[in-house]
Structure formats: C-alpha cells, structure tokens
C-alpha cells in the first residue's frame, strides 16, 4: 500500500544531470552534491514528464 502514496522527486547533481528518486530517499540523502530539486510529483510517469520539460528547458542535461 505504501506505494500508492509514495512520492517522487527530481534532484539535480554537480554534474548537471537530474535523476528521479523516492522522496524517502533523498530525505535520508542530505547530499551536498544536489544541487537543485523538483516535486514532489505523484508518479514517477509525472516525475518522467517534468524532467523531460527540465531538459527541453536546458535545466538538466540529458543522461
């Protein structure tokens, strides 16, 4: 069931690229290399979508 309500962020790291992960995770993560974040977002689909537009945006480079 956690799974329904679990969350997704977008985190972006030093080296420009940004990376979908849980919310827990990057919680637990209190990386200094994160540079910049994104959600939370419902679904990773969602999350998927929105990094797409970072890219488009040229926010995020791609992987």
């Given at each position: 069931?956690?799974?329904?309500?679990?969350?997704?962020?977008?985190?972006?790291g030093?080296?420009?690229?940004?990376?979908?992960?849980?919310?827990?995770?990057?919680?637990?993560?209190?990386?200094?290399?994160?540079?910049e974040?994104?959600?939370?977002?419902?679904?990773?689909?969602?999350?998927?979508?929105?990094?797409?537009?970072?890219?488009?945006?040229g926010?995020?480079?791609?992987?």
């Amino acid at each position: 069931m956690s799974e329904i309500s679990q969350k997704f962020l977008i985190i972006k790291g030093l080296e420009g690229t940004c990376e979908i992960l849980p919310t827990e995770q990057v919680e637990q993560k209190k990386d200094p290399s994160i540079v910049e974040r994104w959600g939370p977002f419902n679904s990773v689909e969602e999350a998927i979508a929105r990094r797409v537009g970072l890219i488009r945006a040229g926010k995020c480079q791609p992987q």
